[in-house]
């Protein structure tokens, strides 16, 4: 068997890869415990040397890992450089602070000594996403590897050069040479994994179908599982909001990596009073974007990460205008090769309807009308999916309430687009699954939170 990288802006294809065979597996699970026990006896200052080295080999490389993205799933150049320089930020953040997060921590008991402790679970697999090749993985394996786990990465097929390229740069940087290894494998082989007693535990950022059947064989192997699903993220526009930023930010939000971003915003949410003014100037915002070729630096949006994927995401369209809702720029396939899809919006979007319920995974947001702020919370919950959201308001007070207490979600902002940073947990609730990455809480994902009590000899 062999899985095949396709540019999706020109149908060529770029690389095949060989799938490993069993014995390769086997033995890269067993070269991949021996590495992570040698790990897990360093100190923490040696990790650190070694994540910081990986972010210096990350920036020196971060032309050609952009090249590469842009080949294998489509990226903007600019976006991918962006993106492997927040590679090197994840490394050097938990290199500076792995320490202080898993320190031990006492606790006062009758006991001579008592304490709860932090200790690496083993090796974890991880099965990541082609949207953001190398952020996904690195904002898993930062915390994880400095917590002393080891890392066994199954990439989704189409990026498996980014997957290798990875696994180089870890050697390069001077980890244990089978710390962090690639598995070019399938499904069934991915399940088999899962319950392979080398593996300890399971990280997964995809799809709600995916996250179910990994969190489901998870369960019968009795392992933990982090699971970073799918979104549908409100962009609640208040009648008080500075509408020019708005839209600005907004078209970013929504398009920014061809709009293949679990947080991206996918449901602009506007308020009656200002909803016309801010469908003129955001539609007219969508029909300036430039569609082309990733590596021409005029581009803006450029080929979805695969043609079946294109495929679908017209097809969402196509049933949501049957429906009812209508197309205000965009919505129609472009003749030639590629995986191309325009910038395009929808209206007149309600429940039933495929752009309401399904995750829109591509270039296309809704603007949905509401009454007032009410409405808009009530549109905005009244989705399976609660990664992120976001409400626009000149009323700081009033804008915190909303995102502390009134959007449902594992994160929330005001004023801005939804983002990952390093120093603030990421994940979500309800069908955008559980567990938390980034900050103190994801680096505790993965370690046993060990109590220790130590009594006096008599």
């Known amino acids: 068997m062999s899985f095949r990288s396709i540019d999706p802006a ?8 060989d799938a490993m065979s069993a014995d390769q597996i086997n033995d890269t699970l067993n070269r991949a415990v021996a590495a992570q026990r040698e790990w897990a006896a360093t100190d923490f200052a040696e990790r650190a040397a070694r994540f910081h080295a990986l972010a210096d080999r990350l920036v020196e490389a971060k032309d050609e890992f952009a090249t590469l993205m842009s080949h294998e799933m489509g990226k903007l150049h600019a976006q991918g450089v962006a993106e492997v320089e927040k590679c090197a930020w994840v490394c050097r953040f938990y290199a500076d602070h792995a320490e202080a997060f898993l320190r031990p921590e006492p606790v006062k008991t009758e006991a001579y000594r008592s304490y709860v402790n932090f200790r690496p679970l083993g090796v974890v697999l991880a099965i990541m996403p082609w949207n953001y090749p190398f952020w996904q993985v ?9 917590a002393g786990n080891g890392a066994v990465l199954k990439h989704a097929p189409n990026v498996f050069g980014c997957s290798l390229a990875l696994e180089r740069t870890f050697r390069e940087a001077g980890f244990p040479k089978h710390l962090f290894r690639s598995l070019l494998v399938d499904i069934p082989e ?7 007693p080398r593996i300890a535990a399971v990280s997964i950022t995809s799809s709600v179908r995916a996250g179910r059947a990994v969190a489901s064989e998870a369960g019968r192997a009795l392992k933990k599982c982090v699971l970073e699903l799918g979104g549908s993220d409100p962009y609640i526009v208040l009648e008080d909001a500075d509408l020019e930023r708005a839209v600005e930010v907004g078209v970013i939000a929504r398009f920014q990596n061809g709009g293949q971003s679990c947080i991206a915003a996918k449901r602009f949410i506007v308020v009656d009073e200002v909803y016309d003014a801010f469908e003129r100037k955001f539609v007219e915002a969508v029909g300036r974007l430039r569609m082309g070729d990733p590596r021409n630096p005029d581009t803006q949006v450029g080929p979805m990460a695969r043609i079946d ?20 720029v965009g919505g129609e396939v472009p003749a030639g090769p590629g995986a191309y899809y325009p910038p395009t919006v929808l209206t007149d979007v309600e429940p039933g309807m495929a752009a309401w319920s399904e995750e829109l995974f591509g270039p296309v947001a809704t603007l949905i009308r509401v009454r007032d702020e009410a409405e808009a919370l009530r549109v905005a919950n009244g989705t399976e999916f609660g990664l992120s959201g976001a409400v626009w308001t000149r009323d700081l007070v009033r804008g915190e309430r909303i995102a502390a207490e009134g959007i449902e979600s594992g994160a929330a902002f005001v004023n801005t687009m939804s983002k990952s940073d390093p120093r603030m947990p990421f994940g979500g609730i309800r069908h955008s ?7 103190i809480h994801g680096i505790r ?14």
């Open 10 to 17: 020109t149908g060529e294809t770029v690389t095949t890869y």
């Open 138 to 146: 690195l904002r898993f394996a930062a915390p994880a590897m400095m």
């Open 190 to 196: 991915t399940t088999a994994a899962i319950h392979d």
């Open 309 to 328: 994927l294109r495929d679908e995401l017209a097809d969402q369209v196509r049933r949501s205008a049957i429906t009812g809702a209508r197309i205000l």
């Open 433 to 439: 699954g559980y567990g938390r990455e980034l900050s």
């Open 445 to 458: 994902e993965f370690v046993n939170v060990h109590s220790v009590w130590v009594e006096g000899p008599g």
